[in-house]
């Protein structure tokens, strides 16, 4: 019998584990029903590492609305993670096509000629998230890029999550993986750092929702190498999707070996509101169908 590892994404603090997982699996049983099809496995198979308690904790422990105004004033981070934030936020301006003009708007001309570099241009691009982006949230924004940040460049955060999630993969035992968002930046770096290593055997990767494509995300986990343990790997996103902003494609995310291609499906339309949440994801007919048809082959 094969095994199934869900890997969530951020913003899980202060949330019941087994009320989440319930949530992953209905929202997978409904995308299963529209093919006509039922849960393959029983659901003490379905393992949820939970780490959101971690990360809220280790990255200081304050409230969202809290850290976003931290982050958003970049009183409390260094110049690394400066760095990092104005980069990914540049490229999420380019994917959602906020203009100079509605900048200016808001903030003035004299803040958007400083530039990205400037926080207070930073803080008005978030409040044109807000207004012009459907569904769209500048506070989300902020806490993602910081959260990404704290698990690739702060050890302890990433070693604690890591041991967490790797505890629920058992050696030798087939296990499809299913990550959103965060978690497939932490699933991607602990199949491929460790999946050899361990014995693991994981007949496919799911990535929804996935970052791993943004540039800075991705030159930190560099090199870009297939997880030797993963044979097929899919990917699947909503264009929409302010997170997702690029398939894991020959262009984004080159991939060695060159031979190894990741099966990428970009026209999901996902449902919730801010077309990122896992539901919108699972209850896919598609993403359903492949996770199902992977534990029962």
């Known amino acids: 019998m094969r095994q199934l590892v869900f890997v969530h994404g951020r913003a899980q603090e202060n949330k019941d584990s087994v009320a989440l997982k319930a949530e992953w699996i209905e929202a997978w049983e409904e995308?299963?029903?529209?093919?006509?099809?039922?849960?393959?496995?029983?659901?003490?198979?379905?393992?949820?590492?939970?780490?959101?308690?971690?990360l809220f904790d280790l990255a200081g422990g304050t409230s969202a609305d809290q850290?976003?105004?931290?982050?958003?004033?970049?009183?409390?981070?260094?110049?690394?993670e400066k760095r990092f934030v104005r980069a990914v936020i540049a490229q999420i301006q380019e994917k959602v096509g906020i203009t100079d003009a509605q900048l200016i708007a808001i903030g003035g001309e004299e803040v958007v000629q400083r530039g990205p570099l400037n926080w207070e241009w930073l803080q008005t691009f978030l409040k044109a998230v807000d207004r012009h982006v459907p569904h769209g949230s500048g506070s989300s924004i902020?806490?993602?890029?910081?959260?990404?940040?704290?698990?690739?460049?702060?050890?302890?955060?990433?070693?604690?999550?890591?041991?967490?999630?790797?505890?629920?993969?058992?050696?030798g035992v087939e296990t499809v993986v299913v990550s959103h968002s965060l978690g497939t930046v932490v699933a991607y770096n602990l199949l491929r750092q460790l999946g050899q290593a361990r014995g693991w055997n994981i007949p496919l990767f799911v990535t929804l929702g996935s970052p791993l494509a943004v540039t800075?995300?991705?030159?930190?986990?560099?090199?870009?190498?297939?997880?030797?343990?993963?044979?097929?790997?899919?990917?699947?996103?909503?264009?929409?999707?302010?997170?997702?902003?690029?398939?894991?494609?020959?262009?984004?995310?080159?991939?060695?070996?060159?031979?190894?291609?990741?099966?990428?499906?970009?026209?999901?339309?996902?449902?919730?509101?801010?077309?990122?949440?896992?539901?919108?994801y699972l209850d896919d007919p598609w993403v359903a169908a492949q996770i199902h048809a992977a534990l029962t082959a």
């Open 142 to 171: 902020a806490l993602f890029t910081h959260d990404v940040y704290q698990y690739l460049k702060n050890t302890a955060i990433r070693g604690t999550i890591d041991n967490g999630v790797a505890a629920a993969i058992k050696p």
């Open 67 to 80: 850290a976003a105004q931290i982050i958003v004033r970049g009183t409390e981070t260094d110049d690394d």
């Open 216 to 280: 800075e995300i991705r030159n930190t986990l560099k090199p870009i190498a297939q997880p030797t343990c993963v044979p097929r790997w899919i990917n699947a996103m909503d264009n929409r999707d302010v997170v997702a902003l690029y398939p894991l494609d020959t262009r984004h995310f080159a991939i060695n070996p060159p031979g190894f291609v990741i099966e990428n499906r970009t026209d999901i339309r996902n449902r919730t509101r801010n077309r990122h949440g896992i539901a919108g």
């Open 31 to 54: 995308g299963l029903a529209k093919s006509g099809l039922t849960l393959p496995i029983a659901e003490h198979d379905v393992r949820f590492p939970y780490y959101g308690d971690t």
